[in-house]
């Protein structure tokens, strides 16, 4: 047991050593960037190349990234558990406040003109080529000749998302009709589409895949995802419904890990550089709709607004949503039961 | 278990280092992680874990793990006593090559098991589509998981029946044969008594393994509460939405399933090693 500490030690000093040698070069900064896996291509094609040459022309130095790649959930905790992440770019936001509440972050992360965000997106509906089943909204996911896909909301940021629009159109729909928000019709429309659901994938990307394999009539999926396949070449008809969720994605500096690798400053440069114009037109072009106002004008007729979005403020915000649609008794874990009979 | 290992009690220092190195071992690789797994799950205090392990969605994912782990051994004892069978008591060109392919569900990474499982049985594929028309559905179903879990766990019946046959001595059967019994009477009075503690041993280590497979049943299965979800991915799911305690609680089921299962194997072996000896 003795020797087995020993051994520990010895590498623990051993890796403690590679850090030291690597942090004393100053010709070259290393950042280590982890994102959800969906706009790994904006990333890797276009924004990181150019922040590299934007941050070479201004200071001199060269920025090596390390960049890593995970559904959004599983990031947020591996960085939890001690991937030390300079930057963390995820799917949604209560994946960034686990890693304040776990003492990484210790700024007021949202503090900033875009409330922390950094592109936004819709939940949409991929229908077949040729929209065999006629789907034009929610309701048409309910019938019973279509067989809807979308993942697990247990594992999946996409599904919490395609959830959330679904509840949400319903609540907003009754409320244009009556003027006052329809708690049980917004419920019975999520489980009469969650009864037409044939597969539930573990990550957003898996259900595309599935989709794409031939099974089900119709995918909840983003709409960068679904541009994404466009822009690759492939027909992959989707709409906006009337009413869906406006998707934030949010970005943030973790405290712990810039001091310790003294990576602040490039680390804020990063996040800058991500909301200026050149990045937020990348952004744009790989299907992620921008934050900055100016360049969401420019590109207003590729991204039309849908007449009733609402954002996840209109459901109460995260936390309540985490308990109201997917805890014990919430709207969502209620319905899986009530099907399950 | 085996009992003594060496002829006499004296035990040397290499003797001492070897026992101590393979104790450390099992130590520190299983025990130590199945420790900490079962101490975790009681941080929240036992009415909690058993909260969580008594939820509804858990108990049906159990139940569809075992129940179709069950199915799975019925089809694998069959097929794979009948596999050895075949391998070891009949000469036929290609013969090698069959013997090498059946490990390979060993080798390859079970998530592309599940890929491949529905590229050829999946709705879209020809004998997907054939069933289909029926009404059957094989993948994104009940019948989807007992097949990956067959696929998963081939070689252990095969690979645990075979070598006992060959050393199994021809001459009971022949005995048997002369004193006037019919073949079905010599198979199912000589030859199956002969090979049950290793069928058995096939059988209990494939519903073990069965018990936490989780990459190809993930792809196959359609993963819904209470119709298609199994124990381990509910676990996932449960991990994946911050809920590790509920997901250890189940975790620790499976784990006295497994447990239980090896221990009755092994009690099983022992008495029936004694029983031949007197």
Do not use: C
């Not at chain 1, 109460?316 to 009530?338: M, P, S």
């Not at chain 2, 393994?209 to 190809?216: K, T, W």
């Amino acid at each position: 047991m003795k020797k087995g500490v020993k051994w520990i030690l010895l590498t623990a000093l051993f890796v403690v050593g590679i850090g030291k040698a690597v942090s004393a070069k100053t010709d070259e900064a290393t950042l280590i960037f982890a994102a959800y896996t969906v706009p790994k291509e904006a990333y890797q094609k276009e924004i990181i190349p150019a922040f590299q040459k934007y941050w070479k022309e201004k200071t001199g130095q060269n920025v090596k990234f390390e960049e890593s790649y995970e559904a959004s959930g599983a990031q947020s905790r591996a960085i939890a558990a001690g991937l030390e992440a300079d930057i963390a770019a995820l799917s949604l936001e209560k994946d960034v406040s686990r890693l304040k509440d776990a003492g990484l972050i210790t700024h007021d992360w949202k503090n900033n003109k875009y409330n922390g965000f950094v592109t936004n997106s819709l939940a949409v509906i991929v229908f077949r080529p040729g929209n065999p089943k006629n789907i034009s909204g929610w309701e048409d996911l309910a019938k019973q000749d279509v067989d809807v896909i979308y993942p697990s909301p247990k594992t999946s940021g996409g599904a919490m998302w395609a959830v959330n629009a679904i509840y949400g159109a319903g609540l907003k729909m009754s409320e244009v009709k009556t003027g006052k928000k329809d708690f049980a019709y917004a419920r019975q429309l999520l489980k009469s589409i969650q009864k037409r659901v044939k597969v539930m994938d573990k990550s957003g990307r898996l259900s595309v895949t599935t989709f794409e394999n031939g099974i089900g009539d119709a995918l909840v999926t983003y709409e960068d995802e679904a541009l994404l396949r466009q822009k690759q070449g492939k027909e992959f008809p989707f709409i906006a419904p009337g009413s869906t969720i406006l998707i934030e994605n949010p970005i943030a500096i973790i405290d712990k890990n810039v001091n310790k690798h003294q990576t602040r400053n490039i680390a804020e440069a990063f996040l800058e550089f991500v909301h200026s114009k050149e990045a937020q037109r990348l952004y744009a072009q790989y299907g992620l709709r921008p934050v900055n106002e100016e360049v969401a004008r420019e590109f207003a007729a590729k991204y039309p607004a849908p007449k009733y979005l609402f954002n996840i403020n209109y459901l109460g915000g995260w936390n309540q949503v985490e308990n109201d649609i997917y805890g014990k008794n919430g709207v969502w874990t209620k319905i899986i039961e009530e099907l399950g009979r | 278990m085996y009992g003594r290992s060496s002829p006499s009690d004296r035990v040397t220092n290499s003797d001492l280092a070897l026992r101590s190195l393979s104790f450390g071992y099992i130590g520190l690789l299983i025990v130590l992680p199945i420790i900490a797994m079962v101490a975790r799950s009681l941080e929240g205090g036992l009415a909690a874990l058993w909260a969580d392990m008594t939820l509804p969605p858990a108990i049906y994912s159990l139940k569809l793990t075992i129940s179709t782990a069950l199915i799975m051994v019925a089809i694998n004892v069959v097929t794979g006593t009948a596999t050895a069978w075949v391998l070891v008591r009949y000469r036929f060109p290609g013969k090698n090559l069959m013997d090498a392919l059946i490990d390979l569900p060993f080798a390859m990474p079970t998530i592309v098991t599940g890929i491949m499982l529905v590229a050829v049985y999946g709705p879209k594929s020809m004998i997907g589509a054939f069933f289909n028309r029926y009404g059957i559905e094989i993948m994104f179903n009940k019948p989807g998981i007992i097949i990956a879990l067959l696929f998963v766990t081939f070689p252990f019946v095969v690979r645990a029946v075979q070598p006992v046959l060959i050393e199994m001595d021809k001459d009971m059967e022949e005995a048997a044969r002369t004193l006037g019994a019919s073949s079905v009477i010599i198979f199912l009075r000589v030859v199956i008594p002969s090979l049950l503690p290793s069928i058995l041993t096939g059988a209990a280590l494939s519903f073990s393994r069965a018990l936490g497979e989780f990459g190809s049943i993930i792809m196959v299965a359609g993963n819904i509460p209470f119709k298609t979800q199994v124990a381990s991915v509910y676990i996932y799911g449960e991990i994946e939405s911050y809920n590790p305690q509920g997901a250890l609680g189940l975790s620790v089921v499976l784990l006295l399933f497994s447990f239980v299962t090896l221990l009755v194997l092994n009690v099983l072996q022992y008495w029936s090693r004694r029983h031949e000896k007197n």
